[in-house]
């Protein structure tokens, strides 16, 4: 009896982990930092892209703002139904919600809240940043907490397997 309680306790233990460390969890290979700094500094207008994971849509007028996520926000013109035109791409590293009152674009990226100016689709525009107004364990959680990660040296835009 003592023996098969040595023996399901032995097994108990490696299947869940206990002793092993988590640096060997394929999650939590060489991590690919950004500063706060450049992340603050990396919003910007750039040229239409194909939409590959979009998140929320919100309706601005005849404009289609499409969240990208984790990267940003589509500018759509959506003045012909029929045929709506990608018109920009505003790069917003970490973002996942949007929200428009008037005139304005809220967009979070990671802990921070950044406004944009859209009043005028052809000179969009940052116009303030609220910092660390979110929690930064908004990342997924095993990049902080498993894998220990240093938050204080930036964002995690993701893991190298190698």
Known sequence: MIKQTVVTLSFM????????EYRDDPRCAKSN???YEELRASVRVEESREIKDAGKIYVYGDTLLVNEKQKGVHIIDNSDKINPINKAFVNVLGSSDIAVKDGYMMVDSFMD????DIHD???IKEVNRTINIFSKGDQPYYWN???GFDLDKGVILGVDND
């Open 13 to 20: 233990a490696m299947i869940t982990g206990c002793g092993i």
């Open 33 to 35: 930092y950004m500063t």
């Open 113 to 116: 809240l950044v406004v944009i």
């Open 121 to 123: 689709m052809n000179n």
């Open 145 to 147: 907490n498993i894998c």
